[in-house]
């Protein structure tokens, strides 16, 4: 399994980014996806997160200026950013809690993109 992040740049303060992450490989079942951020120096928070019934969850600092949604065929996760603030800047990192085969069975376990750079210039 892996999640393939994207969508990350530079942009000035004020400005919008769309980021995507793909899930691939021997998938059954997604559950949650989500969105986290690292800034430098600082611990990895969440973001925003959507259940498989698209149920979403927001951190407070980025209610009523992003927006998270999924496309279940695709398998991916869409975080769409608008009004960006330079508090903005950090590593993006989309997670996934999924259902997949392995040798034997089943496993259902957590999984982490590579991560995707956002700068917000002020």
């Known amino acids: 399994v892996q999640l393939q992040a994207s969508g990350g740049g530079s942009v000035q303060a004020g400005g919008s980014l769309r980021l995507s992450c793909a899930a691939s490989?021997?998938?059954?079942?997604?559950?949650?996806m989500g969105w986290y951020r690292q800034a430098p120096g600082k611990q990895r928070d969440l973001v925003a997160v959507?259940?498989?019934?698209?149920?979403?969850n927001y951190a407070d600092s980025v209610k009523g200026r992003f927006t998270i949604s999924r496309d279940n065929a695709k398998k991916t996760v869409y975080l769409q950013m608008n009004s960006l603030e330079p508090e903005d800047t950090a590593v993006y990192y989309c997670?996934?809690?999924?259902?997949?085969?392995?040798?034997?069975?089943?496993?259902?376990?957590?999984?982490w993109g590579q991560g995707t750079l956002v700068t917000v210039s002020s």
């Open positions: 490989g021997s998938i059954v079942s997604i559950n949650q």
């Open positions: 997670k996934s809690h999924l259902t997949a085969r392995n040798d034997g069975g089943y496993n259902t376990a957590v999984y």
């Open positions: 959507i259940s498989s019934g698209s149920t979403t």
